[in-house]
C-alpha cells in the first residue's frame, strides 16, 4: 500500500490527482519538488509518469495546488 492509499480522519479532495488524500500527504505533495520529502516526489513522479497526466512535478502540478480550495499549506 503506498501513501496514497493510507487515509487518516482528516481527509481533503486532491484535483490534482483526483481523489481524496490526507493532510499530511497533500502537504508533502504541495511540496514536492520544492525541498519536501524525496520518497514522496519519487512516488509522485512515478505516478506522474504512469499516469501521463502531467508533464512533470513542475508547473502544471503545481499550478493545481496552488488553485486549490485549501490553498497553501501551513509550513511548520
Request: glycine share 8%; net charge neutral; aromatic share 14%.
Amino acid at each position: 500500500m503506498d501513501k496514497s492509499e493510507q487515509f487518516c480522519e482528516n481527509e481533503r479532495y486532491c484535483p490534482a490527482l483526483n481523489r481524496k488524500i490526507s493532510d499530511g500527504l497533500c502537504w508533502e505533495y504541495y511540496f514536492a519538488g520544492r525541498g519536501g520529502p524525496k520518497d514522496t516526489m519519487v512516488e509522485l513522479s512515478n505516478w506522474i509518469s504512469k499516469s501521463k497526466k502531467y508533464k512533470d512535478i513542475g508547473a502544471a502540478f503545481h499550478e493545481i495546488c496552488e488553485a486549490c480550495k485549501y490553498g497553501k499549506p501551513v509550513e511548520n
